[in-house]
């Protein structure tokens, strides 16, 4: 899940729209109806009219590029630039500088900004964009190996969800070559990280741990998970660099 934040020292005031009902002759009535119109028609304060967003190249960042290109951002008197940025560290350093108002961010990174992991920052989330929607992606070669371990339909179809159980013979072919098995995620406090730990774990594959000295969490790995951007999944699989990852879309297709 993925998130748009703002810094704690910005508001989004939005107008809040009344309309009356029916019609009838009570004062009662047209009073309530006269401040529903009031308040139809005024605009609340707005703290600053000029923002500047970031985003990574990512299906889910769409409610940004819908309300830009359809105008929603300049209805409630805001105009919004939006920016794409390299990579979530870029995003989180940007917004904590003040570079940015607010960005398409991952869930985690507020959190960990909060408990001064990387950088100390208290940072505001306003609107989920996301639920779900990651995938798991290998590379041709490792689906080869692969599939004859996953189970089929009648249609001969690999039935999902795909265990890493089927993966882990695959793993073993590799070591065997003098290749660690490597994987890509998107960012450490990401929950593609956390997906794709737990994935292998279930199969009974070690992701690796985490310490105060190594914060790569690679200790004891019989896969080795590392940072990518979004954006260069698919390149840095195709180079051979990295044999699978874990990413939102649309890098999975």
């Given at each position: 899940?993925?998130?748009?934040?703002?810094?704690?020292?910005?508001?989004?005031?939005?107008?809040?729209?009344?309309?009356?009902?029916?019609?009838?002759?009570?004062?009662?009535?047209?009073?309530?109806?006269?401040?529903?119109?009031?308040?139809?028609?005024?605009?609340?304060?707005?703290?600053?009219?000029?923002?500047?967003?970031?985003?990574?190249?990512?299906?889910?960042?769409?409610?940004?590029?819908?309300?830009?290109?359809?105008?929603?951002?300049?209805?409630?008197?805001?105009?919004?630039?939006?920016?794409?940025?390299?990579?979530?560290?870029?995003?989180?350093?940007r917004v904590?500088?003040?570079?940015?108002?607010?960005?398409?961010?991952?869930?985690?990174?507020?959190?960990?900004?909060?408990?001064?992991?990387g950088r100390?920052?208290?940072?505001?989330?306003?609107?989920?964009?996301?639920?779900?929607?990651?995938?798991?992606?290998?590379?041709?070669?490792?689906?080869?190996?692969?599939?004859?371990?996953?189970?089929?339909?009648?249609?001969?179809?690999?039935?999902?969800?795909?265990?890493?159980?089927?993966?882990?013979?695959?793993?073993?072919?590799?070591?065997?070559?003098?290749?660690?098995?490597?994987?890509?995620?998107?960012?450490?406090?990401?929950?593609?990280?956390?997906?794709?730990?737990?994935?292998?774990?279930?199969?009974?594959?070690?992701?690796?741990?985490?310490?105060?000295?190594?914060?790569?969490?690679?200790?004891?790995?019989?896969?080795?998970?590392?940072?990518?951007?979004?954006?260069?999944?698919?390149?840095?699989?195709?180079?051979?660099?990295?044999?699978?990852?874990?990413?939102?879309?649309?890098?999975?297709?």
């Amino acid at each position: 899940m993925k998130n748009i934040f703002t810094s704690s020292i910005l508001t989004l005031s939005l107008a809040l729209v009344f309309t009356a009902c029916g019609d009838t002759k009570s004062k009662k009535t047209e009073a309530v109806s006269e401040e529903a119109v009031t308040s139809k028609t005024k605009m609340l304060d707005i703290e600053k009219p000029q923002l500047t967003f970031g985003f990574i190249k990512l299906t889910d960042m769409a409610p940004l590029a819908i309300a830009k290109e359809k105008g929603f951002f300049e209805e409630e008197g805001l105009f919004v630039s939006v920016e794409a940025q390299s990579n979530w560290k870029n995003v989180l350093d940007r917004v904590i500088d003040g570079q940015l108002d607010g960005s398409h961010m991952l869930a985690g990174q507020p959190i960990a900004a909060g408990a001064g992991f990387g950088r100390q920052a208290e940072l505001v989330t306003p609107f989920s964009m996301d639920l779900n929607g990651n995938g798991i992606t290998v590379s041709n070669d490792v689906w080869s190996k692969m599939k004859p371990n996953v189970p089929a339909d009648s249609d001969g179809k690999p039935i999902h969800p795909i265990k890493a159980d089927a993966l882990k013979p695959v793993i073993t072919s590799y070591k065997n070559e003098g290749k660690p098995f490597k994987m890509g995620m998107v960012f450490p406090v990401s929950t593609h990280n956390y997906e794709l730990r737990y994935w292998l774990a279930a199969a009974g594959i070690h992701p690796g741990m985490y310490t105060a000295d190594n914060v790569q969490g690679q200790i004891d790995a019989e896969v080795l998970l590392s940072v990518t951007p979004p954006p260069q999944m698919p390149a840095t699989l195709e180079s051979g660099t990295i044999y699978g990852y874990c990413v939102g879309e649309p890098w999975n297709q």
